[in-house]
């Protein structure tokens, strides 16, 4: 039968408008998408370019770095980790590498935390991996325990809440009490009652470059009070209500605002606006916190310590899941001064997923300017472009 040619044509159409369709369906991914995409790709990542070491006087490794030397050259300073007794081989892996690259030369103690002993093997593998002295401390148990004023009520619906958006480790009490932990209590322990800087180290992380200066004296001589390796966003389903407790309190204290903050790299909303939506007016941008080189002076300061307790008072640790990454960035963006915040680009560091992994001779084992392993919408997570531009590369 001839089919006339009105028909034909409208059946061709049908017949293209179809395929058309079905392209737009796979080869365009969201809109939102497409836009990071190209920020990205026009971004140059300043790793790619030749690192070598901070400007200005810098402590060599020598003899008054020796362990146990009288007259050290050593500053009130540890290299610290919460770690448990099971994690005793990823324990040591990190050692290794922080040992071989920075802390033979320096020889700082190593202090250790827990919420139960540590078990005679765990002292004894760790005491052998360092020259330097260690300390092995119990995390007493009102630093630790969910405090009695969250409702368990509320904190089982609540998990339950987070699960349902996908909220990794949200039903894991012990997390809740970690992120607390670092987020306000870890350096009231009385141990570290005469330590001032400390750099934070987990299991399984990873050193690349030779670090050839004593960091805690370039802190302390620059008058720096944080050092940071990565800067990421976070997931705005951990912490609805972080940024919106943190509003009514600067709204009771304006006096802790730093005249120079960093609250561009907070609120910003251009960069991935719906983050900034969803975590109602904070950009989720925060300093990678399980890489820390920071003075303690600024947690144990008044403006701090009323933070940390309106924050803990309201519950989000156990309600939601707000870790001590966003915490310390949000407290350090509105009350330090910017400029006293340090990028340590040539320190070489990976914890899974992500690199910091520079330019540099001093670097072996890793890929220069790669940023994560993996999927390649892990690359998206990276807030440093956010940091250089409201901030700058101190
Ligand atoms: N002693 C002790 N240490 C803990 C506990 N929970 C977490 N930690 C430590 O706290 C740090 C952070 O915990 P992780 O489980 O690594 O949390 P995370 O880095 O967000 O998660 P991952 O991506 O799985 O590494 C690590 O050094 C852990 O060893 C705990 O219940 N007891
Ligand atoms: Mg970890």
């Given at each position: 039968m001839a089919i006339s040619r009105p028909v034909r044509t409208l059946g061709l159409a049908a017949v293209l408008l179809w395929c058309f369709f079905i392209y737009q369906i796979w080869h365009s991914g969201p809109p939102n998408t497409a836009a990071l995409d190209k920020i990205i790709s026009t971004e140059r990542d300043p790793n790619l370019d030749p690192t070598g070491e901070p400007e200005g006087p810098l402590h060599r490794a020598s003899e008054r770095y020796a362990p146990g030397a009288a007259g050290t050259a050593r500053i009130n300073a540890t290299l610290l980790s919460l770690v448990r007794n099971e994690e005793l081989d990823g324990m040591l892996q990190a050692m290794r590498d922080l040992e071989r690259t920075?802390?033979?030369?320096?020889n700082y103690p190593w202090t250790f935390f827990n919420d139960v002993p540590f078990t005679e093997e765990f002292k004894k593998a760790t005491r052998a991996a360092t020259k330097a002295d260690v300390h092995y401390e119990l995390i007493p148990t009102e630093h630790w325990d969910m405090p009695a004023w969250i409702d368990k009520n509320l904190y089982k619906e609540s998990v339950q809440l987070l699960l349902d958006n996908k909220i990794q480790y949200a039903d894991k009490l012990s997390y809740h009490q970690m992120c607390r932990w670092n987020s306000g209590?870890?350096?009231?322990h009385p141990a570290l009652a005469n330590t001032q800087y400390y750099w934070r180290v987990e299991p399984k992380v990873h050193f690349f470059c030779d670090v050839d200066y004593d960091v805690f004296r370039f802190m302390q001589e620059n008058n720096k009070t944080y050092g940071f390796t990565i800067n990421l966003y976070d997931a705005p389903a951990s912490i609805p209500t972080l940024w919106p407790e943190t509003v009514k309190f600067m709204a009771d204290?304006?006096?802790?605002?730093?005249?120079?903050?960093?609250i561009g790299w907070l609120t910003d909303s251009l960069r991935r606006p719906e983050h900034t939506r969803e975590a109602n007016g904070y950009s989720t941008c925060h300093f990678w916190s399980n890489f820390e080189i920071a003075d303690m002076s600024f947690w144990r300061s008044q403006a701090y310590e009323d933070y940390f307790n309106h924050l803990d008072r309201a519950g989000g640790f156990f309600y939601e899941r707000w870790g001590d990454a966003p915490v310390h960035s949000i407290a350090l963006g509105l009350f330090?001064?910017?400029?006293?915040?340090?990028?340590?680009?040539?320190i070489g560091y990976q914890h899974i997923p992500f690199f910091n992994c520079p330019n540099s001779p001093k670097c072996k084992g890793c890929v220069t300017g790669r940023f994560a392993e993996g999927e390649s919408w892990l690359n998206r997570e990276d807030c440093r472009p956010n940091w250089f531009k409201y901030v700058g590369m101190n």
């Open positions: 920075w802390n033979h030369k320096f209590l870890f350096y009231k204290h304006p006096e802790y605002i730093h005249e120079n903050n960093a330090e001064d910017k400029h006293r915040i340090h990028w340590f680009r040539d």
